[in-house]
T-cell receptor, first 112, second 112 residues
Framework: GQSLEQPSEVTAVEGAIVQINCTYQTSGFYGLSWYQQHDGGAPTFLSY????GLEETGRFSSFLSRSDSYGYLLLQELQMKDSASYFCAVPGDGGSQGNLIFGKGTKLSVKP | ETGVTQTPRHLVMGMTNKKSLKCEQHLGHNAMYWYKQSAKKPLELMFVYNFKEQTENNSVPSRFSPECPNSSHLFLHLHTLQPEDSALYLC???????????FGDGTRLSIL
């Protein structure tokens, strides 16, 4: 079976840096994705890591360690608009024929 | 604008009604998905279509009936729903299964 674990809530202040961790358990591994969802909105794709290391996209970075079955999303220079839920996701069993399995999400609250 | 359009945005129906949710994508993707999102729960994959063929039915009750007439359109036909079916129903598409997904804004469904 597959499972993903991430913290349910994180709080930080504007301008700070926050890291949202995700550990996963899969029978095969085909990449770790991150999605952002604002209240009442659609999930939006943020990043995808297939290989170990850090991927940077502006203020957001995503890291993967396949040997540790672990990844994180790093948000820098936090802004109020970053308040949202963040989901990590992995493809289901079967890899290319599988489909994304999502974590329960981490609700990030950014305070002034 | 994500390229995935869902209608209606909100739907209130009685348990004996029949209604349909519609999803259309303008991204040229080949895979389309239905998800259910309830409060405090992770996104639950319901159905997957790849090149118009259903490849996944995640043990969804038969009162939910999907239809995919072509790669750009996806429907979810609803009949005899239960109060616990009240949720946000999200449609998504991707170039291929397990690739990054683009979500619509969802239909907020309330069953009376």
């Amino acid at each position: 079976g597959q499972s993903l674990e991430q913290p349910s809530e994180v709080t930080a202040v504007e301008g700070a840096i926050v890291q949202i961790n995700c550990t996963y358990q899969t029978s095969g591994f085909y990449g770790l994705s991150w999605y952002q969802q604002h209240d009442g909105g659609a999930p939006t794709f943020l990043s995808y890591n297939a290989l170990d290391g850090l991927e940077e996209t502006g203020r957001f970075s995503s890291f993967l360690s396949r040997s540790d079955s672990y990844g994180y999303l790093l948000l820098q220079e936090l802004q109020m608009k970053d308040s949202a839920s963040y989901f990590c996701a992995v493809p289901g069993d079967g890899g290319s024929q599988g489909n994304l399995i999502f974590g329960k999400g981490t609700k990030l609250s950014v305070k002034p | 604008e994500t390229g995935v359009t869902q209608t209606p945005r909100h739907l209130v129906m009685g348990m004996t009604n029949k209604k349909s949710l519609k999803c259309e994508q303008h991204l040229g993707h080949n895979a389309m998905y239905w998800y259910k999102q309830s409060a405090k729960k992770p996104l639950e994959l319901m159905f997957v279509y790849n090149f118009k063929e259903q490849t996944e039915n995640n043990s969804v009750p038969s009162r939910f009936s999907p239809e995919c007439p072509n790669s750009s359109h996806l429907f979810l036909h609803l009949h005899t729903l239960q109060p616990e079916d009240s949720a946000l129903y999200l449609c998504a598409s991707s170039q291929r299964p397990n690739q990054p997904q683009h979500f619509g804004d969802g239909t907020r469904l309330s069953i009376l």
